[in-house]
């Protein structure tokens, strides 16, 4: 994969430019702008641990970008590369991806500078447990201030260690369980958050495809079926993205990028068997049903259909972007594509889906799994049985009235009371959707604004800065 390029910007940077391109479009406030820029703190923590023989010390960074809703919250990444410039850059994404998504949250992330490869889980549980002690002696591991969830480098198991750590700190806290998300779903987790972010990018692609008008400016046409899709990067995002659009909607994977190379295969890769081997061998060098190429980064630019960078940030970048190829790109990673590549592209009039819209499914249903935590209730509990009594009277009513009986499986689909991961479903479905009708209307009411990202950064500045005005923290211009 491409190493973060070295842009004229940081990321940061990058990020605040986009607010700035947003803000001269929809002719909003620049004074506005600059207070929904900055960030509002971060914390560097650095702790000491006995590995093995030795003692280590590890940096990490929890970055807040905005409180006009509460909690913060945001992904917490374990990798080597991290640092605080990444961090407040993803922490601003969040903010924007919760205020255009409506999730009542502020925008934070958290980062370890840690390669996990190479300690064992052992040592993993410690460091993970010793870094959520530091945020939270401090208040930023907090159920009503600060919430964590997975992200590059961390799962379900991190998160349950770090609701472990916070419960030993804060045993009397009758919320402890929603001092993050993303856990097991024994463990005070939701169904369907693990795979909610690729779902959600799923969502984001089915309804960008029932509109033909948008559909036209990227020049593809008919269903989803038979698109062909290069997807970058097989983790939780890439791999459940992948997954769900070649198996439901019948789209060709015709290659994936990882870090040893790419797999290659006009007929359409099986995703499932891929991932299979990538965790079996660690990379897809020697996977059998398909063409390897040991330069993945050739493979970003090849002609494709659809392009879903789903790896790290800045991967279309000013390096690349002038030999990208695809008609469209769904920005499955925060910030896959840089914002120099972003004006690049535009030019060129490749569509983007933005990283804001497309995989705000992992914080929506992060939000669900946080209400579920503070109401101590799974979702349908009180009414699923009630709803299937309703359903088998009308059913019932229906076979009396016309005197036949009903097919079976119609029957039992709609006697049928939703099951919780229906309803997390669902209200990701509507979340994906009406994000969707917002940029719409955004670009409607703002014909000067051609561009998702800018309509998706308008809405999101829009939303941000009525707080501010709601608290006398900006002088509204209108
Ligand atoms: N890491 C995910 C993101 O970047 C999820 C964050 C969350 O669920 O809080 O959007």
Redesign the pocket.
Known sequence: MTEAHKESMSFLEGVDRMVDRATLAAGLDPNTACIIKVGSAVIQVKFPIRVRSGVEVFTGWWAIHSTHRLPA???LRFAPHVNQDETEA?SA??SY?CALADIP?GGA?GGLMIDPAKYTVDELRNITRAFAMELASRGFLNPATN?????MGTSSREMAWIADAYKSLFPEDMNQDACV??KPVNRGGIPGRAEA?GKGIQFALQEFFRHPEELVKSGLVDGLSGQRVIVQGLGNVGYHAAKFLSEEDKVKVIAIIERDGALLNEEGLNVHDVRQHLAESGGVRGFAAAEYKEDGNAVLNMECDILIPAALESQINANNAMQIQAKLIVEGA?GAVTYEADEILRRRGIVMLPDVWV??G??T??YFEWTRNLSHMRFGRLQRRFDELRGSTYATAIEEMTGKGMPGKLRTDIVRGASELDLVRSGLDDTMRMAFADIRDTMKRNPQIKDYRTAAFVIAIKKLAQSYYDLGLAESGE
């Open positions: 919250k945001g992904g993803l994404l969040m991806k949250f992330k919430v964590p969830a997975p992200d998300t993303g972010t925060n995989n705000a992992g914080v249903v992060s």
